[in-house]
């Protein structure tokens, strides 16, 4: 049996639409045995239900679709809104997928919203508490913070600050200028000076530090989503001969916990082969089981997706009836 089981491809195609178009691809040379498991990390596309357990998404109160932050420039968007939902759901258990968010206020208007105080250099409560807001703090009272059980699926694992891969490297994709990044890292070199008890841990940059917040503040375990959502799949592993996995774009963030990390990582426990799809993947990522639909990003356009990735799918599939 062959498992199709790609994530979206971000500004083009979703995941069931991606899985459709390579088992049609498939077909078209032979193959029948196919189980199409349409994938997400954590952020958009994420299940609202795992487990029978409720699935909040970030991106629907703090990403770029949500009316509280409409109209606002990155350093004055908070996630504040995104802890008000949790505390809709009263005590029931719930997941947080973080991913797809326009905020990078590390967590901050999230702690606010469950009780958190923040204090300015006069004294002042700062509310609500936004990234401009940060560098300036002198002090924060989390001794009134109340929230039912969570826990986090994230859709990268990355450093609240650098080195590495940190919430700083995803600023800029959400409108952060020059100075603004300044900010922002002092803004997030402060939070956590303030907050010595809450260590960053390694999903810490994760949705513009709501993973801080989730993972080092209020001591929620955080998942990486690909991994959580596919285990929440029936799959009959024992069936499995080869994998066929994708996403819009194929990069060294693929590595921090995205869907085709986790589908090579289970492929290999497996000892079967995958094959990834990407949108775009990097030229140096880029072999005879990685495939790119175009060769340069200047190449994307979003209406042609569809069939790019039905004739990359189609070379794929003649070349396994060979």
Request: hydrophobic content about 45%; glycine content about 12%.
């Amino acid at each position: 049996m062959i498992l199709i089981a790609p994530d979206k491809f971000k500004g083009s195609l979703t995941a069931p639409q991606a899985a459709e178009l390579i088992a049609d691809a498939l077909r078209l040379c032979g193959f029948e045995d196919l189980m199409l498991v349409p994938m997400a990390d954590g952020g958009e596309g994420t299940p609202r239900s795992l487990g029978g357990r409720s699935v909040i998404l970030s991106s629907d109160f703090a990403g770029f679709g949500s009316t509280s932050l409409a109209g606002k420039s990155l350093m004055g968007r908070s996630s504040f809104p995104l802890g008000r939902e949790i505390l809709r759901h009263g005590s029931e258990p719930i997941y947080i997928a973080i991913g797809g968010t326009a905020t990078s206020d590390g967590g901050a208007g999230l702690l606010q919203a469950l009780g958190a105080r923040f204090f300015g250099p006069q004294g002042e409560i700062l509310r609500p508490i936004t990234p401009a807001d940060l560098p300036s703090l002198v002090r924060i009272d989390t001794s009134g913070l109340a929230h039912p059980e969570l826990t986090g699926l994230s859709d990268v694992r990355a450093a609240l600050l650098p080195p590495g891969l940190s919430a700083l490297d995803f600023a800029r994709q959400k409108g952060a200028s020059d100075a603004d990044m300044k900010m922002l890292e002092a803004g997030l070199r402060r939070l956590a000076e303030l907050l010595p008890d809450s260590p960053p841990g390694p999903h810490a940059g994760a949705g513009g530090g709501i993973g801080y917040a989730l993972e080092s503040v209020l001591k929620a375990p955080v998942a990486d989503g690909a991994v959580a959502v596919l285990e929440a799949q029936h799959i009959p592993w024992q069936r499995v001969s080869l994998i066929i996995t994708g996403e819009g774009r194929i990069d060294a963030q693929t590595a921090g916990g995205k869907v085709v990390k986790a589908l090579t990582d289970k492929a290999r426990q497996l000892a079967v082969p995958v094959i990834a799809i990407g949108g775009y993947v990097e030229p140096h990522l880029r072999s005879r089981n990685v495939v790119s639909t175009i060769d340069s990003p200047d190449e994307y356009d979003p209406a042609l997706a569809a069939s790019r990735l039905h004739g990359a799918a189609l070379k794929i599939a003649n070349n396994l009836g060979r």
